[in-house]
């Protein structure tokens, strides 16, 4: 089976799309500057399709990013990542916040659970 394209409903190309809302993300940027930016190369949208491009496409366009940098920094030897667990409370209950953090510090994924069992370790570790 093929995988069905996020942006298939949408009359703005995937460009676009993806430009508007890397510019918010990684600029100090508000919406309306967004905006304006391909406003100025003849490309009409709003600030609100801006914020709604951002909410839709911007854990998508994180989790490509986060799985490149992944695949390209496991190509170095010297490439290690660790598993971080740290005890939270959520509404006054204890969870546990696994992580998995590369030797740069940067967290490569993130898991809560209820339990602190090898089960729960396991499925955390599984991602990085």
Known sequence: MTKRSSFRYFKTSPEIIRLAVMLYVRFPLSLRNVEDLPHERGIEISHETVRFWWNRFG?????????????????YSNWQWHLDEVFVKINGDTHYLWRAVDHEGEVLESYVTKRRDRKAALKSSRNP
């Open 59 to 75: 854990p998508l366009f994180a989790s490509e990013i986060r799985r490149h940098r992944i695949s390209q920094m496991r190509s």
